[in-house]
């Protein structure tokens, strides 16, 4: 276990926010309350889920919603804490630590938020190792653990427990309601994991990993070196495409961001056209109508000059981005993991083929 | 016969023009002085000298960079409270909480959060706590505080919250200044509180020099009501802008935008702005700037409003070129003082200008004083100027195929009759006052941004459209004029019903 600083976890929001592959929404508002809880003395803590005991209970925690009323009803470290202080009342039984459900985007963060209130380290890792929109995207399903009980809370001391669900879909459909109801923003606790089940079905290190994603933009950047070619290196990633955005189509179906972009090749991309599909993260990317890559490789726009990452709410007409793909969790690539995942999942009739093979 | 004077305050030059119906008849350029007024006085004594009919003008329009200057060097600000109602919600989050720490120290007076606001379905989050703005307003009076801004949890939805909390500020202080934030930003609230607060903070600035210009427009023997530029190109009366400062922040680029299609005739096109320093690239869509979607940030401080999306390159008339060790054009330039450093006009340092005399390009000054310069270095200088505004161009265009350029600015002699990714380079008369120009032909506008459940798309933004028209009209445009320029939707994720985030602008002509 050891201390985290400030300066981290402003490298994590700019990391985390890569790893997002387009969802996740942005850290932004979650970095604002960790420099407010800093400024008032916290320090958090991450711990290697080695030193976890294999009865040790975890909360996995995660904020749940419409991005855009998160933009106004900003989110609150007490909320997050009081979902797991529900879960903990609910089972009788207290949390060894807490973790993040998805290490992309600002849900990265809301373990530390959770963890400053409550004096529990964070565990490094999370269940996606990248974002993604629904429950059943997890390694935790993809290894068939209890998907209940889940604690959600929202600002004004509303709270439901969720006992029991009939499925991971069951789960979602009963929690997505409830988040509605009290105006789609709540904080939510997971099923609660064991030790033993952190360690075996975790995506472990992730993280470490957002860190020294944002760590490595802001070095570049210092130096006026090329962020994305820092990214690439750290991670083993592969550049895909160079242009300009020059279409973009979004529209809202089953309660989901889906959509196409289409980019037009510059540099040595010039004259070809890449073209991605989106349901809320990135899914699929086509090279001039030719499957080029795939979920649940990690498909990533990033701003050319910043290496800043774009959401798929953010693309607009004219933005300069490059294209990446970064290695995808093992556990993702499993026939298992393929089959929550992969291309099929997202409605896409493909094979998966990653561009790392 | 419609008669205009435009006026645009820039960093170096103070621009003006009378224009009757479409035609310029008159401009005049002075140098800016430090206290802005002087030199807008100068140019309307210049303006009335050479077009004595500016007097019977209907209209006056000024754009002035004067309020987002003293934002980025922290001078003439009011100290302010501020006002937050959404509580239990953001309750981690207070006013000022991403502001710049010396910016903050020096505006923060009172800050207040108490319990109301709203849902994004308009359901109330909880009561509004009217007890409690009751006695935070008699705080703000005892503390001499004498302006106010304040921001409710989705108050661009409803914003009853807002509303009553001036109503009760009113009451209890009725000298105080109130800014609210409905009336200035999007979603997203933070960003819009922190425009909120800039506001507040310039508002007695801003009441100030509209009185100051409106005493230089009489002193000038100009009768005309005057308006004030705002960052999408459209105008609001002195009286009325003055309570909105931010609204003008970027009103200088937008009026030079503005100007350029209006002297071209054509609505679609980029333009390029080459000043002293610096060129400004931007994208006109039916007439008007495209706006950036993103956040801006004003001295450091994050917001949220309309601006226009531009892209500057250190390149101007100005600019330095160095020789050695490489050809090296800029960054840096010598801005105002070109008349006296530059070779040509008899100093010792190599401008762009230079160059572009060199050539041929443009005659001034003593071209005998750059003879000497290698064609070899002339040449590679205008290629690499070239290349410059090529990239810069092409950064900027949103469309495959070639696109037309106008060109405007004392600069605007730099840019190649001819370039890669442009179909044509258009030069029109008056492109050295464009941006007065822009403020000279500025129309009234009104906007929406809501979120619509359980209609159609075509319902949503009917809805949308009718809103933004009483908005326009309410701000002094002539009903059958009003025309939408923007419609933007964006379907929402997460929500329930079929929500959709529709924004629509319509402008009008200023009725008479």
Known sequence: MRPVTLDEIESLAIGAWILGTGGGGSPYLALLNMRQLYRQGVTCHLMDASELDDDDMVAVVSNMGAPLVGQERLTDPRTMALAVTMMEEYLGKKFRAVMSLEIGGGNSIQPFMAAAILDLPVIDGDCMGRAFPEAQMTSFAIHDLRMYPLTLADVRDNAVVVARAASWKWMERISRKACVEVGSIASTCKAPRTGKEIKDCAILGSTTKAIGIGRAVQAARKAHRDPIEAVLKLEGGIKLFVGKIHDIARRTTEGFLRGTAAIEGLDEFRGHTFRLAFQNEFAVGWLDDVPRVMTPDLICVLDTVAGDAIGTETLRYGQRVTVIALPAPPILLTPKGIEHVGPRAFGYDLDFRSVFA | ?512
């Open chain 2, 1 to 512: 016969m419609r008669r205009r004077i435009g006026i645009d305050v820039g960093g170096t030059n103070t621009d003006a023009v009378l224009l009757e119906d479409d035609a310029v008849v008159a401009a005049v350029k002075t140098p800016t002085t430090e206290d802005v007024t002087t030199g807008i006085s100068r140019a309307l004594a210049g303006l009335v000298e050479r077009a004595p009919a500016a007097r019977e003008a209907q209209a006056a329009m000024i754009g002035t960079t004067h309020f987002t200057n003293a934002v980025v060097q922290r001078r003439d600000l009011d100290r302010v409270a501020a006002v937050r109602v959404g509580l239990p919600s953001g309750a981690s989050l207070p006013p000022f909480v991403d502001w710049p720490e010396d910016l903050a120290a020096l505006v923060r007076g009172e800050v207040v959060m108490l319990e109301g606001g709203h849902e994004f379905d308009g359901r109330p989050l909880v009561p509004f706590d009217a007890a409690g703005m009751r006695a935070a307003a008699r705080r703000v009076r005892a503390a001499g505080i004498r302006s106010v801004a304040v921001a409710a949890v989705f108050s661009p939805l409803n914003a009853a919250c807002e509303e009553q909390a001036a109503s009760i500020l009113h009451e209890e202080c009725p000298d105080v200044a109130v800014t609210l934030s409905h009336r200035l930003g999007r979603i997203g609230l933070l960003e819009r509180e922190n425009a909120a607060l800039l506001n507040a903070c310039l508002v007695e600035l801003a009441r100030k020099t509209a009185r100051a210009f409106t005493a230089a427009l009489r002193a000038s023997g100009i009768a005309a009501p005057l308006y004030l530029t705002q960052n999408d190109g459209t105008v609001t009366l002195a009286e009325v802008a003055e309570a909105y400062p931010v609204y003008s922040f970027a009103s200088g680029p937008t009026n030079s935008m503005r100007g350029a299609a209006f002297l071209s005739k054509r609505a679609d096109a980029l333009v390029i702005d080459v000043g002293g320093t610096t060129t400004d690239i931007g994208s006109l869509r039916h007439g008007f700037p495209r706006e950036a979607n993103s956040v801006v940030e004003i001295g450091d401080v994050r917001t949220l409003f309309r601006m226009p999306d531009l892209l500057s390159m250190g390149l101007g008339g100005g600019t330095r070129v160095a020789m050695a060790p490489s050809l090296t054009i800029g960054p840096t330039s010598v801005g105002f003082r070109l008349t006296e450093q530059g070779l040509v006009f008899g100093g010792d340092v190599l401008t762009v200008t230079d160059v572009a005399v060199a050539a041929g390009l443009i005659d001034l000054g003593d071209r005998s004083r750059v003879a000497a310069l290698p064609a070899s270095l002339v040449d590679s200088t205008l290629a690499r100027i070239r290349a410059m505004i090529e990239e810069g161009v092409d950064r900027m265009k949103t469309e495959a195929g070639d696109v037309p350029l106008i060109a405007v600015g004392g600069g605007s002699f730099l840019v190649p009759p001819r370039l890669a990714g442009v179909s044509e380079v258009l030069n029109v008369p008056h492109q050295a006052v464009a941006n007065a120009v822009g403020a000279a032909i500025a129309q009234v506008s009104g906007e929406v941004d809501q979120i619509f459940q359980d209609l159609s798309r075509d319902e949503a933004i009917a809805r949308a459209r009718r809103a933004a028209e009483d908005k326009a009209v309410a701000a002094g445009a002539d009903r059958a004029t009003v025309s939408v320029v923007e419609v933007e939707d964006l379907p929402l994720s997460y929500l329930p019903g079929n929500s959709l985030r529709t924004r629509v602008r319509v402008v009008g002509e200023i009725a008479r």
